[in-house]
Each structure stands twice: as structure tokens, then as C-alpha cells.
């Protein structure tokens, strides 16, 4: 296994909680509060039903497993061991088929070049040393005229204070150290990235958190949390 894109100090970071991943109530409740709409979001544009979709840094398995759901035949992937194996427990008492393996990003797109409908890639690019090489991995695993999702958190003052002070440390939604700032990215380098890789970007949509009704929302605000969306041409 190709070791040259990982830090291993995340995957440690998320070994150490993977026993919560399903619990609601825990350190990962944000990411089950936005699971729906992350679904909804790529299942407007995708059809996920009868798709071939691979997750890329799927952790427990939330969107894996919430896209099998709906109907796709998933590959999830990870480096982390513990929350594969939790993703894969879950799945098993869940009756949901999902393929979960330990595999990077660039060693699967190796093996398999061209052979999904759509890749996925959400809260995950933040983690990694070179999100670009990840990126470029994206564009080899879709099929001509597939579809490929990103979500990840921008880089400036305002995500700064709502994602790590705010989220973090003042309203505690997610483990402090969850997030580093010199790590978080700016849609221009996304799509820039997406661009060199051979990708069109579609679609750029913000998500954000209201702390007084507690409720995630889609809109066009990309300050701090935002998907995006594109396409690898035929």
C-alpha cells in the first residue's frame, strides 16, 4: 500500500473515536445532521439508484451506507482500520451491502481506472498532504462522462471562527484538533485543482449551520462548509 499521501497522525485521530461513528449523540452528530442533505445533494444530480459509486475516506460508512440505501452498489475506502471496521459491522447488522477496504485513493484508482459512475470525496481532502493527488485519483476511477462530489471547508477568517473556534471549541460539535487551518481550502484551489486534473466544475453550493436552531441548510453561501460538484467528459 502507497503510504505517500497519508498522515497518520488523522488516521489516528479518527481510529481513536470510530466507536462512536454511529451514535448520534456523539463527536460525529454533525456529520449525521448533514448526511441527508449530502445525499439529497448527490442524488439530485447523479440518480443514484443501479449506480456504481466509490467513497472515498468514508470513515464509518454514514454515506457509504446512506447511498447503498438508495439504491447504488458502493465501494467504500480508508485508511483508517477502526472505522472500516465499525462501517463494516454496521453494515452487516444493517443489511445493507457495502465493499469497505483499506486502500488509498491513488493504489484503488491504480486498479481500477474508469470503472465508477460517480466518486465521492466529502469531508476528507482537509486530512491529507496533497489533496490534488487525491483529486487527480477522482478523475481516474469515473468513467468518461461520470460525476465526481467534493465537500471540504473553506480557508478564511470567517471559517476559522465558525469551523474550529465555533464548532470546536465554543460549541464543542466537533473533538478539538478536528480541523487545521493551514489545511482547510478555498473553492478557487478546489476547482483549480478539479480543472488540471480534467474535471469540470458544475455546480459550487454552500452548506451552513444556524447554532440557535441547531439545523444545517444548502445555499449559496460558501464562506465556510461547501460541496461541490463536477464531471469528467467523455
Not at 130 to 146: M, Y
Not at 169 to 194: D, N, Q
Amino acid at each position: 500500500m502507497s503510504q505517500a499521501n497519508v498522515d497518520s497522525a488523522e488516521i489516528a485521530k479518527f481510529n481513536a473515536l470510530a466507536e462512536r461513528w454511529w451514535d448520534p449523540n456523539s463527536e460525529f452528530r454533525p456529520l449525521h445532521e448533514i448526511n441527508p442533505l449530502r445525499l439529497n445533494y448527490i442524488d439530485e444530480r447523479l440518480s443514484l439508484p443501479g449506480k456504481k459509486v466509490i467513497d472515498i475516506g468514508c470513515g464509518g460508512g454514514l454515506l457509504s451506507e446512506g447511498m447503498a440505501r438508495r439504491g447504488a452498489e458502493v465501494t467504500g475506502i480508508d485508511l483508517g482500520e477502526a472505522p472500516l471496521a465499525v462501517a463494516r459491522l454496521h453494515a452487516e447488522q444493517s443489511g445493507v451491502e457495502v465493499e469497505y477496504r483499506q486502500i488509498s485513493a491513488e493504489d484503488i484508482a491504480a486498479e481500477r481506472a474508469g470503472q465508477y459512475d460517480a466518486v465521492t470525496c466529502l469531508e476528507m481532502l482537509e486530512h491529507v498532504p496533497d489533496p490534488s493527488s487525491v483529486i487527480r485519483a477522482c478523475f481516474t476511477l469515473v468513467k468518461p462522462g461520470g460525476q465526481v462530489f467534493f465537500s471540504t471547508i473553506n480557508r478564511n477568517p470567517k471559517a476559522f471562527l465558525f469551523a474550529i473556534v465555533g464548532a470546536e471549541y465554543v460549541l464543542r460539535l466537533l473533538p478539538r484538533g478536528t480541523h487545521e487551518y493551514a489545511k482547510l481550502i478555498r473553492p478557487s484551489e478546489l476547482a483549480g485543482w478539479a480543472r488540471d486534473a480534467g474535471l469540470e466544475v458544475r455546480d459550487t453550493t454552500g452548506m451552513t449551520y444556524n447554532p440557535l436552531t441547531q439545523v444545517y441548510k444548502l445555499n449559496r453561501d460558501v464562506s465556510v462548509n461547501y460541496l461541490m460538484h463536477a464531471v469528467r467528459h467523455a
